[in-house]
């Protein structure tokens, strides 16, 4: 009987985990996995190093930054992507969408969770415009359930400005800024964040760079632009 009940733990927990998605077993960054890849090295942050100090010029460092999917400070001993030719590089020429995808009937904004990046297209199909992102995460203990970004095809239906925040988290009175908020589905929003980790960190909103949310809403975003939220990778 001992043996059949721990053949039966051993089960259950083989099948948890199976079941349980990559993100959640692992904190490894996005560019841990990527300066693996050829064109990329593997960069290792010393004690004391800041994205300033590692990267003094501008146009490098929000290259470096964006490519590693993150607008947080460094912590010593992580890894980073740093791309081989970075002296002639510009940040479309890093752009994880296709270039051209059109026509379209309307503009469009492709989000992929296994990216960690949105990409804008115009009613041409033209790709105009891409950052990272950080969506709704697998696992979140204050609701004790799934928090991934509800996947499919949806509109934008409502913008907000700068002191947009959220009317649901911290739970249980809300009050989460939510900069540049644009709602897609239900209390699903694009929005600014000061919190772009490098992997799936949210409650179910789509975390942007300050600047990308600030130029969606102003210079892009319409009612009705479509959004699609791409599948998760299991």
């Known amino acids: 009987m001992k043996k ?11 099948l948890i985990l199976a079941i349980i998605p990559r993100e ?13 890849q050829p064109g ?14 590692l ?32 002296d002639n590089l510009n940040i479309m020429h890093h752009a994880p969408f296709e270039k051209q995808i059109g026509p379209l009937d309307k503009k469009t904004i492709i989000v992929d969770p296994t990216k960690l990046a949105w990409g804008a297209y115009d009613e041409s199909g033209e790709l105009v415009n891409w950052g990272p992102a950080a969506l709704g995460k697998s696992w979140c203990p ?7 970004t509800k996947v499919g095809e949806f509109s934008v239906y409502r913008k907000g400005g700068e002191g947009c925040v959220s009317s649901k988290f911290p739970i249980p009175d809300g009050g989460a800024p939510m900069p540049f ?17 490098g992997q799936n960190a949210s409650h179910g909103c789509v975390r942007m760079y300050y600047e990308d949310a600030k130029w969606l809403n ?4 319409e009612k009705g632009t479509r959004v699609i939220i791409k599948p998760y990778s299991t």
């Open 142 to 148: 204050d609701i004790q359930s799934s928090c991934r």
């Open 55 to 86: 990267f003094p010029n501008d146009a490098q460092r929000d290259i470096v930054m964006r490519i590693n999917r993150v607008n947080i400070n460094l912590r010593p001993g992580s890894v980073i992507a740093i791309p081989d030719n970075l």
């Open 218 to 221: 102003s210079e892009f975003v």
């Open 4 to 14: 059949l009940i721990a053949l039966g733990i051993f089960v259950a927990v083989a």
């Open 40 to 53: 990329y090295t593997c960069f290792k942050v010393p004690q004391g190093e800041t994205w300033n100090t």
């Open 24 to 36: 959640s077993l692992s904190a490894g960054a996005y560019g841990q996995v990527l300066c693996q």
């Open 181 to 197: 908020c644009m709602f897609f589905h239900g209390g699903y929003a694009l929005h600014a964040s000061t919190d772009v980790p």
